[in-house]
Structure formats: structure tokens, C-alpha cells
């Protein structure tokens, strides 16, 4: 596997994307303290009473759209690095996702106006589109 170029890039992008990820959970738990809102009762009872035992949709939004779309890309990618795609190209879907659902990312985390987020959003789904249907275009004659 490490003699594989595009594998090599596959492993580059996930694991800046991993650390995105990491980065946003810390987010997460930061705004979880400012807004009181907090997902078990334990910490709730710590910081204040079960009344802070409660889901609030901006704590959760970006790191759950995080694991939507990020965890399909592992899959897709790793899947995608062993059909022996051209490295170039392939380094390109890698790259578009990885800087699209970063851009998304901040586009979240400050508030962009519309529509930055959700093109952010869509060209990031561009190569895991492609790189399922060349998946499915080359798995198809085995099913």
C-alpha cells in the first residue's frame, strides 16, 4: 500500500480531514459550555442541573454534517485508491473534497452569508460522486 501513490494522497487528505474533525469536536465542547446545552447528564449535573441535560441544534450541526459526509469519503476513497486510478486525477477528487468541507467548515463556524456553505457542500460531493460511480463501473461485472 505505501508504494501506491494514489493511496499515499488518499491518506494525506484523510488525515487532514480527521484533524478537521478533532478541531471542530473541540469547537463542539467549547460552544456546549457557552451555550449550556450539554449531551449527557452527567456533565450537566457538573455544570449546573439536568435543566442543561438538552440537545441544541448549533452545537450539533457541524460536527454531525462532519461525519455525514466525511466517513462516506473514507470509504469512497479508500475503495476508489484500489481500483489504480491516475494519480493526478485522483489527488484532484482528494483535494477538492478535503478543501471544500473545510471551506464549509468555516463557512459554519463564521457564519458566511449564503450561499458559501452549501456550494462548499456540493463541490465537495462532486468527487465522491465520481469516485463511486467508477467504483460501481468497475465492480459491476462481479456482482
Same mark, same amino acid.
Given at each position: ?8 494522497? =488518499?491518506?494525506? &487528505? ?22 449550556? $446545552?450539554?449531551?449527557?447528564? @452527567? %456533565?450537566? !449535573? /457538573? ?6 441535560? #438538552?440537545?441544541?441544534?448549533?452545537? @450539533?450541526?457541524?460536527?454531525?454534517? %462532519? ?10 476513497? $479508500?475503495? &476508489? ?9 485522483? /489527488?484532484?477528487?482528494? !483535494? ?11 463557512? &459554519? !463556524? !463564521? ?5 458559501? #456553505? ?5 463541490? $465537495?460531493?462532486?468527487?465522491? =460522486? ?11 461485472? &462481479?456482482?
Amino acid at each position: 500500500m505505501m508504494e501506491n501513490k494514489v493511496f499515499l494522497s =488518499f491518506t494525506f &487528505y484523510s488525515t487532514i480531514l480527521i484533524l478537521k474533525m478533532y478541531a471542530v469536536a473541540i469547537i463542539t465542547g467549547q460552544v456546549r459550555l457557552r451555550k449550556k $446545552a450539554f449531551a449527557n447528564p @452527567e %456533565d450537566a !449535573l /457538573r455544570n449546573g442541573g439536568l435543566q442543561f441535560y #438538552r440537545e441544541d441544534p448549533d452545537v @450539533e450541526r457541524a460536527h454531525r454534517n %462532519d461525519m455525514e459526509n466525511i466517513f462516506p469519503f473514507l470509504f469512497l476513497g $479508500a475503495i &476508489y485508491s484500489l481500483l489504480d486510478p491516475s494519480p493526478t486525477v485522483a /489527488r484532484i477528487h482528494f !483535494l477538492i473534497f478535503c478543501v471544500g468541507r473545510i471551506i464549509h467548515t468555516i463557512a &459554519y !463556524l !463564521l457564519q458566511l452569508r449564503a450561499p458559501t #456553505r452549501s456550494v462548499a457542500y456540493s463541490v $465537495a460531493q462532486l468527487p465522491c =460522486f465520481s469516485m463511486a460511480l467508477q467504483i460501481l463501473l468497475a465492480t459491476t461485472p &462481479y456482482w
